[in-house]
Nanobody, 123 residues
Framework: RLVESGGGVVQSGGSLRLSCAAS????????IGWFRQAPGAEREGVAC??????????YHIDSVKGRFTIARDNAKNMVYLQMSSLKPEDTAVYSC????????????????WGQGTQVTVSS
């Protein structure tokens, strides 16, 4: 099970930190990804982080590099997405997902999904 939190409404240039709480599976064996879906758009992978066994290597898509940072706390079964310098085009429902894999990919398929949290960036 994956449960996201931390979404909300923020002004352009602001920051938010999303959290993803994992339970019910062996967290350290899973790579975790953050995805987002804007209204009328396809879901896209934003960032992902490899499993603990692969050294927590992370990946971020070009449009968020330098602004977003994914991190995981393996002791707490948590994954975070720190978002700064937010732009209106970052507005979307953000979901975390888990895949049983050493290394991560911003592309599906993933095994488990959370229900998502809304992020709205006003201009």
């Amino acid at each position: 099970r994956l449960v996201e939190s931390g979404g909300g409404v923020v002004q352009s240039g602001g920051s938010l930190r999303l959290s993803c709480a994992a339970s019910g599976f062996t967290f350290n064996d899973y790579a975790i990804g953050w995805f987002r879906q804007a209204p009328g758009a396809e879901r896209e992978g934003v960032a992902c982080i490899s499993s603990a066994r692969a050294g927590d290597t992370s990946y971020h898509i070009d449009s968020v590099k330098g602004r977003f940072t994914i991190a995981r706390d393996n002791a707490k079964n948590m994954v975070y997405l720190q978002m700064s310098s937010l732009k209106p085009e970052d507005t979307a429902v953000y979901s975390c997902a888990a895949v049983r894999s050493l290394y991560c990919s911003p592309y599906e398929p993933y095994d488990y999904w959370g229900q998502g949290t809304q992020v709205t960036v006003s201009s």
